[in-house]
């Protein structure tokens, strides 16, 4: 199973290709199985690409799990749901209570 992921070019945002178009939820992305499903979403991130919206596509491997697709690999993960561990403000605040 893979999801289209890219980074949409005007913010940089990390986005996913769903039904209703590249949104910034994984829980959005449109899981595909077949070869074919996987090319055309390729092929729709490509005509993307040319338009200007998103740049650095790429088909990842994921798994679904009750909350949605999961990435694979850690990478993918990490740009999904965010850091493995506490900064910034949220590790302030761990540090203080």
Do not use: Q
């Not at 199973?1 to 945002?13: E, H, P, V």
């Not at 055309?40 to 991130?45: D, K, S």
């Amino acid at each position: 199973m893979k999801i289209i992921t890219a980074n949409r070019l005007s913010d940089g945002a990390v986005v996913y290709l769903a039904a209703e178009g590249w949104l910034t939820e994984i829980t959005h992305a449109a899981v595909l199985n077949a070869h074919d499903a996987i090319e055309a979403g390729l092929a729709a991130a490509a005509r993307a690409v040319a338009n200007r919206e998103i740049v650095d596509t790429a088909a990842i491997d994921v798994t679904v799990e009750d909350k949605g697709p999961v990435p694979v690999r850690l990478r993918e993960r990490i740009r999904a749901f965010g850091p493995t561990i506490a900064f910034g403000e949220t590790a302030r605040a761990a540090l203080a209570a």
